[in-house]
């Protein structure tokens, strides 16, 4: 008959489960990282930043986003780039560079990583009546005045503010073949960006497309568009009446009617060339269309027969005098 010493029985269990552990323990992942904390200096709007850091691999293979090679190196680069509907919310202070990221080991533990950065305010990104109100460049006022002004809301009575005469527009520009058709060049955006912050425009040299390209974004980037939220459903409903969209654009603060009447100013002086330059209405339409008027909801995609209304609207405006 055999009989169980339960004193050796239980001596060999913890033995077995003790050594079972060290074969897991040594089987853990490990890694080590060669930073852990990253600061961006002077972020700027749509500029893009690159900060890396390298994962060490220890004896165990690592499965990060790819198996990789015992005892080897990755370089992982962090990109911040500050898009049109981040920068609102940084102007305004409402949001900050700042977060932990936690890069997550499969089997293995947790590191986390610490991101932070300053960020200057830039026109991309500001409320149209916020530009208006500011009598210095952003880049000169103190960050409370720019997020204080970002933050008012928008003023819907006539404020009594008048545009000013347009400067003259370069023949050249006006003749310029495929004049918001042909991208501009990246690093020309960055420089007619900080011309526009600092307000030194003298010092502005960048080609014609650059110019027009950056037109858009600046457009594109507008929290509240030239044709206000409010006004959207309006137009489109009178999109066939030209009074009747003369007069819901009437409607619009005084900021935001001086925009839409010079930028249609502009673009029928484009269209008194369009033998030079190749453009009709129908394609400036469809280009300013989906800028200056926007859904409320812009999340959802608009039905292509909302999007014709929003073409016929502007296009009105381009075929008659303003």
């Keep these: 008959m055999r009989i169980i010493n339960e004193e050796l029985h239980q001596k060999t269990l913890e033995e077995i489960v003790c050594s079972l552990d060290k074969i897991e323990n040594a089987n853990i992942p490990s890694v080590s990282l060669s930073k852990r904390e990253f600061c961006f200096q002077n972020v700027k709007s749509m500029q893009l930043q690159i900060e890396s850091f390298k994962i060490h691999n220890g004896q165990v293979p690592c499965q990060f986003e ?113 004049l918001f058709q042909q991208p501009g060049l990246r ?44 006004a959207y459903h309006n137009c489109l409903d009178c999109s066939g009446n030209y009074t009747a969209s003369k007069q819901v654009i009437s409607t619009l603060p005084t900021f935001h009617n001086n925009v839409f009447n010079y930028l249609m100013a502009f673009l029928q002086e484009l269209l008194k060339n369009s033998a030079k330059n190749h453009l009709d209405e129908n394609i400036l339409a469809s280009i300013f269309g ?15 027969e909302e999007k014709k209304k929003v073409q016929e609207f502007i296009h009105q405006f381009l075929c008659n005098p303003l």
């Design 187 to 230: 690093s020309e955006f960055e420089h007619i960006r900080e011309c526009m912050d600092t307000v030194m425009i003298d010092n502005l040299s960048a080609s014609n497309h650059s110019v027009a390209e950056d037109l858009l974004l600046f457009l594109e980037s507008l929290p509240e568009p030239v044709v206000c939220y409010s």
């Design 66 to 178: 790819f198996i990789n090679k015992p005892d080897s190196d990755i370089e992982i680069e962090l990109e911040l780039f500050v898009n049109k509907t981040t920068a609102t919310k940084l102007n305004s202070g409402e949001d900050k560079i700042e977060d932990i990221l936690v890069l997550h080991l499969d089997r293995g533990k947790d590191y986390f990583l610490s991101v932070s950065g300053n960020y200057l305010p830039s026109c991309f990104g500001s409320p149209i009546h916020t530009l208006c109100y500011m009598r210095e460049p952003i880049l000169d006022l103190p960050f409370e005045t720019v997020s204080e002004l970002t933050l008012m809301p928008l003023q819907t009575e006539d404020d009594g503010s008048q545009l000013e005469r347009p400067m003259e527009i370069p023949k050249e520009l006006l003749m310029m073949e495929g």
């Design 290 to 304: 989906s800028l200056l008027l926007q859904n409320p909801a812009y999340h959802q995609k608009p039905e292509m």
